[in-house]
T-cell receptor
Framework: GAGVSQTPSNKVTEKGKYVELRCDPI?????LYWYRQSLGQGPEFLIY????????DSGLPNDRFFAVRPEGSVSTLKIQRTERGDSAVYLC???????????FGQGTRLTVV | KQEVTQIPAALSVPEGENLVLNCSFT??????LQWFRQDPGKGLTSLLL?????REQTSGRLNASLDKSSGRSTLYIAASQPGDSATYLC?????????FGAGTTVTVRA
């Protein structure tokens, strides 16, 4: 595809459930990022992948959050035992390499009820 | 840790007026700075990337400057149009990590 694709665009889940959010980056981009945005705020860093490995996961809020990128392309953000405080828009971005122009997807709006 | 501030938080101007959006950052060891546009309920659209070696970058009606020594970047939008109404975010790259401001929400009145 031409841009970063995120699925689903919206996800409503019950408290305590497990969710997976998918990101399909621009082809050939080695760097992939996950961010989280709450209403009225700028996106906050969650995790950065360079290739298949998570080079920096320091932004993940706790061990309920995990992300993978097994083949260096598609990435999945996984959230276990969801809490209402996890409700936010989860944004994925990719770039050709680190520090080059970042391109964002449309985001997944997660609502935990 | 890089802190990015955008002032004002909101701005309303009549159509045709030039827009000036400010961004300040605390860590001058910045690699690049990127400006984004965000429409309500949408993702971020990249507008301009200014590399650390550049002082300015232009794209159409948009012009962005970067002054690393003072920790400031400014986005100028010439001859604003109602379609420019959106939230504008700046973000600094420190190594691989983008640090965002909270954005300036712009309304251009027809």
């Amino acid at each position: 595809g031409a841009g970063v694709s995120q699925t689903p665009s919206n996800k409503v889940t019950e408290k305590g459930k497990y969710v997976e959010l998918r990101c399909d980056p621009i082809s050939g981009h080695t760097a992939l990022y996950w961010y989280r945005q709450s209403l009225g705020q700028g996106p906050e860093f969650l995790i950065y992948f360079q290739g298949t490995g998570a080079a920096d996961d320091s932004g993940l809020p706790n061990d309920r959050f995990f992300a993978v990128r097994p083949e260096g392309s598609v990435s999945t953000l996984k959230i276990q035992r969801t809490e209402r405080g996890d409700s936010a828009v989860y944004l994925c971005a990719s770039s050709f390499n680190r520090n080059t122009e970042a391109f964002f997807g449309q985001g997944t709006r997660l609502t935990v009820v | 840790k890089q802190e990015v501030t955008q002032i004002p938080a909101a701005l309303s101007v009549p159509e045709g007026e030039n827009l000036v959006l400010n961004c300040s950052f605390t860590d001058s060891a910045i690699y690049n700075l990127q400006w984004f546009r965000q429409d309500p309920g949408k993702g971020l659209t990249s507008l301009l990337l200014i590399q650390s070696s550049q002082r300015e970058q232009t794209s159409g009606r948009l012009n962005a400057s970067l002054d690393k020594s003072s920790g400031r970047s400014t986005l100028y939008i010439a001859a604003s149009q109602p379609g420019d109404s959106a939230t504008y975010l700046c973000a600094g790259f420190n190594d691989y990590k983008l640090s965002f401001g909270a954005g300036t929400t712009v309304t251009v009145r027809a």
